[in-house]
């Protein structure tokens, strides 16, 4: 079953919903549809990932990706892309994300 996160940038007023679903082989397609040019090209370069490619942050095929996309640094796509992967390999609860809807960064005063 695919699982699916949405990331609303306000600050750039982009917004972009991540589908991603594990193939029988064991790695997990990704798929992007977004309002913002940049994470639309990140999105093509996704090929099927590897589980060495989602599980480090250092060694992380999404995170080559989102440099060679031209993504800013603050952009929360390939951090949406982490999570929607994560849920979809079992590595954090599906059941438990969806209950708690949402992860934010919080601008303060």
């Known amino acids: 079953m695919v699982s699916r996160v949405r990331v609303d940038m306000s600050i750039c007023a982009h917004k972009a919903l991540i589908d991603a679903e594990i193939q029988e082989d064991g790695t997990v397609n990704?798929?992007?549809?977004?309002?913002?040019?940049?994470?639309?090209?990140?999105?093509?370069?996704?090929?099927?990932?590897?589980?060495?490619?989602?599980?480090?942050?250092?060694?992380?095929?999404?995170?080559e990706l989102a440099h060679e996309s031209n993504l800013t640094p603050t952009c929360l796509v390939p951090a949406g892309v982490f999570n929607a992967v994560w849920m979809e390999a079992g590595l954090i609860s599906k059941r438990y994300a969806q209950k708690a809807k949402s992860i934010c960064v919080v601008f303060e005063e």
């Open 30 to 63: 990704v798929r992007i549809r977004s309002t913002c040019r940049e994470v639309r090209k990140f999105g093509k370069l996704i090929k099927p990932l590897h589980r060495e490619e989602y599980v480090s942050l250092r060694d992380s095929g999404i995170m």
